[in-house]
């Protein structure tokens, strides 16, 4: 066996001597290590690409869902929850009218020991020996609490300026300080003056503005010029008294008082366009109007003038009540008929209501601060009825009537006799027969028509946060009867609203319920037949033979065909050659009404399952091939047959794998838009698809729809419509992660 | 080809007749002339490449789940060729049991391992019936006192060894007639192996057994009877000498045995 060329050769030749030794290995070494880390920062550069491109993907949409706007509405929503309750109020039993006569009023209460009514506190003090305040949730209506704003239906009254104003014009600076050293106006009026330590707590602001250490007495006569006050009617009357007693002491200048109502004074004085130098105001600035003068440079200083405030009043003669609940006082000034009904223990006897016409700023500001922060959502189903029929068109009114009813036992605006014609006819409208209305669908109804909340601009978050002050003057500049505010374009309303052309009030609930029918049907096809064809082709099909050849690459070719193709497909298929069937007819099952032919969700799902059954049956091909033959040994071993192997042992272990695979579809699913478009899915239906064969709407079809109208506010509510997406898909993942954990754990 | 075989005391299980098997185009085995005696341990031996593993699954055609190999020739299975065209492979495979070389139980509990093959098999019995069955397998396989009180935990939780040695059980609880094992102590440490062999030696009393090794220590210590396979220049593999095990080991008739079982070779 011994070779003596071969063992001549070795002599010859070291192999070992071919290798570089010593310093050259350690060279050699180190050079292949800096090739690998060469390779290292190309893979850590792609990473930070791809982390980038995301987070800019995200905070490009979520850029888009929240952020300012300028929002105006037709009838604020305070208004007609206030009204409703004025009437409440107004239509109680036993009321007595008084006008705008106080007196009469107290003179009518003290009279009636079973009377009750309310009006300004001023005008309580004088009559407190004939009349007994009462005190609301435990807090009686002492000056103190009054001053401290405890008692409900007090409110602060302010006038505003700003130092720069101050420096520019004394005869500004001068009646600011008369103002404030002569708030025995105030109470004249029939306010509550701010006290002399709410006073002491301004004055260094007062100083800071007009660069003194202590107030000087004013000398009217001293200072000329024009002084321009624009602001809240409440505040008006002690402006204006004011105003007139500066002038009597010799003021030689014009003063010219507005009432335009606390929001029109700030945006008019931010602005500056009306040389407007101080604000009358009910309520404490709020932040945006403070960032619009700030932005003007204008600094906005505060300065208390006293609290205006409505008590709840009974007879001196009255001995049996003191305190009230607030919800003792909701019904002693409107439901109950007598005191009973308020309280067990008082007299069964009728309340006198003693109270100021409807349209007093008192019953205002009483019904207002007694029903504190009420919505609509508070109020009962019959007032929405009210507030809807009494604020649209009668012809609206009757019409929503016929489509759906407000009450199963009464027509609110149509006459019986018309809704009986209407249902008599061979297609009856829906009020005809559907339930009523609810209170969600009164709420839609009146934000939609009544309310109508317009956003006139919008602007996107980056900038709402870091340019808030130049929005905030802008909008004050360009839209003074807007309100700027803080808007989540993605909120719950949003998820659970119908699609509307308005997209204040639009949602994507039926752009929900369509992706996820679409998502189940699309997945109820691809899943099993995806899974039937894998086994077919890895367990039964022999590879040798061309056929399956063909087939097999046909599949792998099938996923990456672009998905409008599939559209084109389920267009010729499902919508138009198997119409009866997609549409239901074969079934007798059209929607009334609907004109959705084959475009209904069924014709999407079977496109879509198509579309996904390429990418089940590759992954359950791989998950099927990863199934150990050790396992199919052993169960053929013992006898056991194909099926028994595939079914016992092969698909359990394979089904993780092919869970994963159905992942990787659903999402690729539930994101498809250009297949939907060529079906048809629906740009506009408001209705929830209900069945098979509904027409439909998809989230992506939706974000592409709105997407492409004119409108800035429609790409916020497509950026929100992504976010939520975005939330359906990775909840859908998670449920399907969940189960595939749930598969691997059994079969471990 | 110098081959004998032994004489001629006690039933055969497995007659092969001038057996050839191919994968595809290729002749991995060819004409072995092999008569397995029934209750008796036959050992198959040789280098590796031999086609000594694919003569013992010829024997319940398991090479069918390779769709390119088939057989040529005869085997004899109570007088009838199992590779005839009514016969249906399930039923050999359920009648002639195989234990592998790697461990290979199911990702299912102890007990499920052992119980399955009988459900799926037929089996007639109460709960009660399995769960003797359970218990009589797992003790014929010897491994019932490390197992008894974790019958519901995976069957992958145990140890090498003990796999096998529940795979055995599993095998036997259909009660085959002959058992297939294919170098089962391979994979397997020392203390492992010898455990095996014992258990091999138990077997024997109630089956045929017919076992694959590498080892020739083991063939010769454990073994009744044994075959030596080779591979010819056409690298098909051929028996090249079948007797009583000490017979082989003691006195090869063949040159190429004695060479090999002394070690020169392979």
Not at chain 1, 273 to 288: K, L, M, Q, W
Not at chain 2, 175 to 204: V, W, Y
Request: charged share 20%.
């Amino acid at each position: 066996m011994i070779d003596d060329q071969y063992v001549q050769r070795k002599v010859e030749k070291d192999f070992a001597d071919f290798y570089p030794a010593n310093e050259d290995m350690h060279a050699q070494i180190s050079g292949r290590r800096s090739r690998g880390k060469l390779f290292f920062w190309v893979f850590l550069v792609a990473t930070m690409v791809a982390i980038i491109a995301l987070l800019t993907l995200l905070v490009t949409i979520i850029n888009q869902s929240f952020g300012l706007v300028a929002e105006q509405v037709v009838v604020p929503e305070e208004t007609l929850v206030t009204d409703f309750n004025k009437t409440r109020v107004t239509n109680a039993t036993n009321v007595v009218e008084s006008g705008e006569d106080d007196q009469a009023l107290a003179e009518g209460i003290a009279a009636d020991p079973y009377g009750a009514g309310f009006f300004g506190h001023a005008f309580y003090t004088e009559n407190q020996e004939t009349l007994h305040a009462l005190s609301i949730g435990g807090v009686a209506p002492t000056e103190e609490n009054v001053l401290s704003g405890q008692y409900p239906g007090t409110r602060p009254l302010f006038i505003y300026s700003a130092a720069e104003i101050l420096e520019e014009k004394p005869q500004v600076a001068a009646f600011l300080a008369y103002y404030l050293q002569n708030l025995e106006v105030v109470s004249e009026i029939g306010y509550f003056a701010a006290d002399e330590e709410a006073l002491a707590q301004q004055q260094e602001a007062i100083f800071e503005a007009l660069g003194v250490d202590e107030l000087p007495q004013i000398n009217p006569a001293d200072y000329e010029g024009d002084i321009s006050v624009s602001g809240s009617s409440t505040v008006f009357p002690v402006t204006t008294a004011m105003a007139e007693k500066f002038k009597e002491d010799g003021f030689k200048g014009e003063i010219q008082v507005e009432s335009t109502g606390t929001g029109g004074g700030f945006s008019a004085f931010c602005t500056g366009s009306e040389g407007i130098d101080i604000v009358d105001a009910s309520r404490h600035v709020d932040t945006i109007e403070f960032e619009a003068c700030r932005g003007a440079g204008l600094d906005l200083n505060e300065y208390l003038i006293g609290q205006d405030a409505v008590v709840a009043v009974v007879s001196s003669q009255n001995d049996f009540v003191t305190d009230v609940s607030r919800e003792d006082a909701e019904s002693l000034f409107t439901d109950a008929v007598t005191w009973a009904d308020v309280n067990e223990s008082w007299p069964a006897e009728n309340i006198t209501r003693h109270i100021p016409t409807a349209d007093s700023g008192t019953m205002d500001f009483f019904v207002r601060s007694l029903f504190d922060e009420q919505t609509l959502l508070d109020l009962p189903y019959y007032a929405l009825v009210d507030i809807y029929s009494s604020n649209v068109t009668i012809g609206r009114c009757r019409a929503v009537e016929r489509e759906k009813r407000f009450y199963l036992d009464q027509l609110v605006c149509d006459s019986p006799e018309a809704f009986a014609t209407a249902c008599a006819g061979d297609n009856p409208p829906g009020g005809c027969t559907e339930e009523t209305r609810t209170h969600d669908d009164l709420e839609l109804m009146i934000a939609a028509e009544i309310i109508q909340p317009t956003v006139l601009e919008s602007w996107f978050l980056y900038p709402s946060i870091f340019n808030r002050q130049e929005i905030a003057l802008e909008a004050a500049t360009k839209y003074p009867n807007a309100h700027l505010k803080f808007k989540s374009w993605l909120s719950w309303d949003f998820i659970t609203s119908p699609q509307s052309s308005q997209p204040e009030i639009a949602g994507v609930r039926t752009a929900i319920l369509g992706s996820l029918w679409v998502v189940f049907i699309a997945i109820l096809v691809a899943f099993p037949l995806g899974v039937a064809a894998a086994l077919y082709l890895e367990e039964y099909a022999d590879p040798r033979k061309r056929f399956n050849q063909v087939i097999q690459t046909n599949i792998n070719n099938l996923a990456g065909v672009p998905s409008i193709i599939y559209g084109m497909l389920g267009l010729a298929v499902f919508v138009r050659f198997l119409e009866p069937i997609t549409s239901g007819a074969l079934f007798g099952t059209v929607e009334a009404g609907t004109t959705a032919n084959g475009r209904t969700v069924l014709s999407a799902g079977l496109t879509l399952g198509l579309l996904g059954l390429p990418i089940v049956i590759i992954a359950a091909q791989e998950a099927i091939k990863a199934v150990p033959p050790s396992l199919r040994e052993a169960s053929m071993g013992l006898g056991a047959t194909k099926w028994q192997t595939i079914w016992n042992h092969v698909l359990p272990n394979a089904i993780p794998g092919i869970l994963t695979g159905t992942i990787l579809t659903m999402s690729r699913v539930i994101g498809e838009t250009a297949p939907l478009v060529v079906v048809g899915a629906s740009t506009f239906i408001t209705s929830d698809p209900t069945s098979p064969f509904s027409k439909f709407t998809t989230l992506p079809a939706q974000v592409y729809q709105w997407t492409t109208r004119p409108q800035d506010t429609f790409r916020n509510i497509a950026g929100a419509a992504i976010i939520v997406l975005l939330i359906l898909l990775l909840a859908l993942n998670a449920a399907a992660i969940y189960l595939r954990n749930h598969f691997s754990k059994r079969f471990a | 080809m110098s081959e004998t075989n032994p004489s001629k005391k006690g039933r055969l299980a497995i007659e092969a007749h001038n057996l050839s098997c191919y994968y595809g185009d290729f002749r991995a085995v060819k004409n072995v002339d092999l008569d397995i005696k029934e209750h008796a341990i036959t050992a198959l031996i040789g280098p590796s490449g031999c086609g000594k593993s694919t003569v013992l699954r010829a024997f319940n055609r398991m090479n069918d789940l390779i769709p390119v190999a088939h057989a040529e020739g005869e085997v004899l299975f109570h007088g009838a060729n199992i590779y005839e065209k009514n016969v249906d492979p399930v039923e050999i495979r359920r009648r002639i049991g195989m234990v592998f070389q790697k461990p290979n139980p199911f990702p299912k509990s102890i007990y499920d391992n052992v119980a399955w093959g009988a459900k799926i098999n037929g089996f007639k019995g109460s709960k009660q019936d399995m769960d003797q069955l359970v218990e009589e397998s797992l003790r014929d396989a010897a491994i019932w006192d490390e197992v008894k009180d974790k019958l519901d935990q995976s069957g992958l939780s145990l140890s090498g060894g003990q796999q096998q040695r529940l795979c055995i059980a599993r095998t036997i609880a259909v009660k085959p007639e002959i058992i297939l094992m294919d170098e089962p102590a391979s994979a397997l440490d020392p203390i492992s192996t010898l455990r095996i062999e014992e258990l091999i030696q138990e077997l024997k009393r109630n089956y045929t057994i017919v076992i694959v090794t590498h080892n020739m220590q083991q063939a010769a210590r454990a073994s009744d009877y044994t075959a030596f396979f080779n591979m010819g220049e056409d690298r098909a593999g051929y028996l090249v000498e079948y007797n009583d095990t000490e017979a082989i080991f003691t006195s090869p008739a063949a040159e190429l045995t004695e060479q090999y079982i002394t070690g020169r070779f392979g």
